[in-house]
């Protein structure tokens, strides 16, 4: 469980779906979107560039539902069952709505290329949302995908080894161990 802010880390389809979490909504806000974004933005150089751009509560309000979308077709994907048509066609639906294209540029001695996404702003972090989601969901790692196994945590992970246990280390892994020794040594 994460009380301390968004956790982040994950793949982004997988860090959108654990802002959702026991203690809150850490996309409340448009503002919390904008700053988890721009956390994104540090890992993720693909990701949509929102320096000086503002976002609205409808840009807030499809992000949700893309949340809500994803976290139902990660589930059906780790457990090999079919995911919910409604759920894909939604997916489908928002990778539409401002797709990135290459365009190619002559520098003067070579090629360059240069990604671009037109649309509003809303709809490009929608978009990337959702194309980063369809690439986790067909990626064979999807089926690794664990919850956090605190008793009072829903945050998923991708584990890099096969130990591990917690969202974070720091934050449950460190809960977990603390209460498990206090339990072992409390006096009778």
Not at 76 to 90: I, M, Y
Not at 171 to 181: E, K, L, Q
């Amino acid at each position: 469980m994460s009380d301390l802010g968004p956790l982040i880390g994950e793949p982004p389809a997988l860090d959108l779906v654990n802002t959702r979490t026991t203690a809150g909504d850490h996309l409340a806000t448009v503002d919390d979107l904008h700053t988890w974004l721009n956390l994104q933005a540090t890992r993720h150089p693909q990701a949509p560039d929102l320096a000086n751009v503002r976002l609205t509560a409808p840009d807030l309000t499809a992000v949700h539902r893309l949340r809500e979308h994803t976290s139902r077709l990660i589930e059906h994907a780790r457990q090999g069952a079919r995911p919910p048509a409604h759920d894909l066609k939604a997916l489908n639906e928002a990778q539409r709505t401002a797709p990135a294209t290459t365009e190619l540029h002559w520098n003067g001695s070579a090629l360059t290329a240069e990604r671009n996404r037109p649309g509003p702003p809303g709809a490009q972090v929608t978009t990337w949302l959702a194309e980063e989601a369809a690439a986790l969901l067909t990626d064979p790692a999807v089926s690794r995908i664990r919850q956090c196994e605190a008793d009072d945590c829903v945050m998923l992970f991708l584990p890099a080894h096969p130990r591990r246990r917690w969202c974070s280390p720091a934050r449950c892994g460190n809960r977990t161990r603390v209460s498990r020794h206090y339990h072992r040594h409390k006096p009778a």
